[in-house]
């Protein structure tokens, strides 16, 4: 299986700040990792594909970048609603695994 | 609007069954690999299973394979997922969701939660 890792653990930001999330994969999963979003009590909801690729209804303040092992989610202007569990997950080969998340925190 | 909608869960005892059901709405339900993905309580997502658009293949992790069997009736638009031989550990929010471009999933249901405890 591929296993999925993620730093930090948790973030504590300021509105505005630039937030950065790194994962990595234990093998070369190519662009096929997403990245989730999930507040306390929801559902996760999708915010990058491909890597890169911005889902529909997701503010421009969210990117994603990297291929291979290797991948970062940025939020370029941290905002209040913004708070929550980030997840990255490799869809390259099943079984699909997730990173254990980082908890984002605004300050 | 894409709905899915998670019903079944509930408390069991250790070693019993449970069959959870997914209603799908507002897209082309028998063209989309469904899976299922589970979170215990305070923890994070796991894949559980998945099954493609047709029925014909299914898929399932290690922790549920011979257990839990994943179904689909297109013309139902509904997924299910019969779980057998429950064990403490199976405790989770079970989501039903669809399988989006790259691998990814691009819809959620709300969950719904199944405990397993005598």
């Known amino acids: 299986d591929i296993q999925m890792t993620q730093s930090p653990s948790s973030v504590s930001a300021s509105v505005g700040d630039r937030v950065t999330i790194t994962c990595r994969a234990s093998q070369g999963i190519s662009s096929w990792l997403a990245w989730y979003q999930q507040r306390p009590g929801k559902a996760p909801k999708l915010l990058i594909y491909a890597a890169s690729s911005l889902q529909s209804g997701v503010p421009s303040r969210f990117s994603g970048s990297g291929s291979g092992t290797d991948f970062t989610l940025t939020i370029s202007s941290l905002q209040p609603e913004d708070f929550g569990t980030y997840y990255c997950q490799q869809g390259n080969s099943f079984p699909f695994t997730f990173g254990p998340g980082t908890k984002v925190e605004i300050k | 609007e894409v709905q899915l909608e998670e019903s079944g869960g509930g408390l069991v005892q250790p070693g019993g069954s449970l069959r959870l059901s997914c209603s799908a709405s507002g897209f082309s339900f028998s063209i989309y690999a469904m899976h299922w993905v589970r979170q215990a309580p305070g923890k994070g997502l796991e894949y559980v299973s998945a099954?493609?658009?047709?029925?014909?293949?299914?898929y399932y992790a290690d922790s549920v394979k011979g257990r839990f069997t994943i179904s689909r009736d297109n013309s139902e638009q509904t997924v299910y997922l019969q779980m057998s031989s429950l064990r403490a550990e199976d405790t989770a929010v079970y989501y039903c969701?669809?399988?989006?471009?790259?691998?990814?999933?691009?819809?959620w249901g709300q969950g719904t939660l199944v405990t397993v405890s005598s």
């Open positions: 099954i493609i658009s047709n029925g014909g293949s299914t």
């Open positions: 969701v669809k399988r989006g471009g790259s691998g990814s999933y691009d819809y």
